[in-house]
């Protein structure tokens, strides 16, 4: 596989992930940060930081509405529950 196509592939994979997180609101990020060691804030400021290696600037919260698929704190007024 050629490098190109590898980073198509890994872009598209990227994407079904982000999609999977914002159709799955009852997964919260408290229970990924526990399962998994990340969380769509993760995601984002991970994406902020591969950015500024490239010297490229990204807005964290313009970041984190992308993956959350709104505002966070749209999202957090529907869908986080209170931690128990």
């Not at 500024?52 to 919260?61: F, P, W």
Request: net charge neutral; hydrophobic share 30%; glycine share 2%.
């Amino acid at each position: 596989m050629n490098e190109n196509d590898k980073t198509n592939l890994q872009a598209a994979t990227f994407r079904r992930l982000v999609d999977h997180l914002q159709k799955n609101t009852d997964l919260q990020n408290i229970d990924l940060m526990n399962l998994a060691g990340f969380c769509r804030n993760c995601l984002s400021k991970w994406m902020v930081e591969e950015a500024e290696k490239k010297n490229m600037k990204l807005d964290y919260e313009e970041v984190r509405s992308e993956i959350y698929g709104m505002n966070y704190s749209e999202w957090k007024k529907k869908y986080q529950k209170p931690i128990d």
